[in-house]
């Protein structure tokens, strides 16, 4: 009868350990793998991480190869991608407000989906200039999220993309007032234009 070995020692550690400790392997004369299972484990993580960090070096370089390559491509993908996080800050900012002023809001995903787009044509919806992210401070030509109509909140169909100074200019007015004003300074310049006394538009 063939003796049963209880313990086998490792050929990677050198460790005499129980035969439980060794995986299972057909082709072997004991019908056991020759390391142990703890010898295999650490091969895999060590092969895992091998792997893991070759799979970044390519991706580096494949990415560094585009930026040669395709410089404009590189660019732009970048530049995407500020603009995406430059949208959800302003976002974030926007609807903390309108939490704490108890502002109807839809929430931040649903908005950034429905405004991305848009933010990236980098042009008011109004007066169609085009629109500059510039530092932290609003200039005239920063983009800005306005409400349409104030009350209805930062709801889809109730938000656009505008530049500063006509968010501005469009402050809280309707439409009607905004008619009342435009009326009211079109008349008011026709008596100069009238007169001839100055170039106006
Ligand atoms: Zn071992
Ligand atoms: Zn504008």
């Not at 903390?96 to 929430?107: F, Q, R, S, V, Y």
């Not at 200039?129 to 200039?139: E, M, P, V, W």
Request: charged share 35%; aromatic share 6%; hydrophobic share 30%.
């Amino acid at each position: 009868m063939e003796e049963v070995k209880e313990t086998k020692i490792c050929s990677k550690c050198s460790i005499e350990k129980s035969v439980d400790e060794f995986g299972v392997r057909k082709d072997t004369k004991d019908g056991l793998n020759s390391c142990c299972k703890e010898c295999i484990r650490i091969r895999s993580k060590m092969q895992y991480a091998k792997d893991l960090l070759k799979s970044r070096e390519l991706s580096r370089l494949r990415s560094r190869k585009r930026a040669i390559n395709y410089p404009d491509y590189t660019k732009q993908r970048k530049r995407n991608s500020y603009d995406n996080n430059r949208l959800m800050f302003v976002l974030k900012n926007r609807l903390n407000i309108a939490k704490k002023e108890n502002i109807l809001h839809d929430n931040k995903e649903i908005l950034y989906e429905y405004l991305k787009d848009r933010w990236n044509r980098h042009e008011c919806e109004i007066c169609h200039k085009r629109l500059i992210l510039g530092d932290k401070f609003s200039k005239d030509n920063s983009p800005s999220i306005d409400r349409i109509v104030p009350e209805l909140g930062y709801v889809i169909d109730n938000i656009s993309i505008i530049c500063h100074r006509c968010n501005r200019i469009k402050n809280d007015a309707t439409w009607q007032e905004h008619l009342m004003i435009s009326n009211w300074q079109k008349e008011k310049e026709e008596i100069f234009r009238n007169r001839n006394v100055v170039n106006l538009t």
